[in-house]
């Protein structure tokens, strides 16, 4: 059974920095692309960034939006993905969930499996 289990969210002021992680069992890694997503109130689920496995390609994709502020990497031995979330903004605040599926991509439903999510506010 795959689990994503993600952990690092809080409360931040703007310009902070915060660093999720994404601890993953039950797939096969190495194999997987990793992406992370991100939901306001009211709003869909939007894409943030994805990572895939160097048998994939080695890939690395952000949302425009992030782009120059946040980091994703992967540790292929702790089997964990992580978001660097550099100078917030408002603007930034959600629920950030981390998702596998089998190829990079930025639209939610190619993902089948899906964390329980983690909240971030950032305060202006």
């Known amino acids: 059974q795959v689990q994503l289990v993600e952990s690092g969210g809080g409360l931040v002021q703007a310009g902070g920095s915060l660093r999720l992680s994404c601890a993953t069992s039950?797939?096969?890694?190495?194999?997987?692309?990793m992406g992370w997503f991100r939901q306001a109130p009211g709003k869909e689920r939007d894409f943030v960034a994805v990572?895939?496995?160097?048998?994939?390609?080695?890939?690395?994709y952000y949302a425009d939006s992030v782009k120059g502020r946040f980091t994703i990497s992967a540790d292929n031995a702790k089997r964990t993905v992580y978001l660097q979330m550099n100078r917030l903004k408002p603007e930034d605040t959600a629920v950030y969930y981390c998702?596998?599926?089998?190829?990079?991509?930025?639209?939610?439903?190619?993902?089948?499996?899906w964390g329980q999510g983690t909240q971030v506010t950032v305060s202006s």
């Open positions: 990572i895939s496995s160097r048998t994939s390609g080695g890939s690395i």
């Open positions: 039950g797939l096969s890694f190495s194999w997987s692309a």
């Open positions: 998702a596998a599926g089998s190829v990079p991509d930025m639209k939610p439903q190619t993902y089948n499996s």
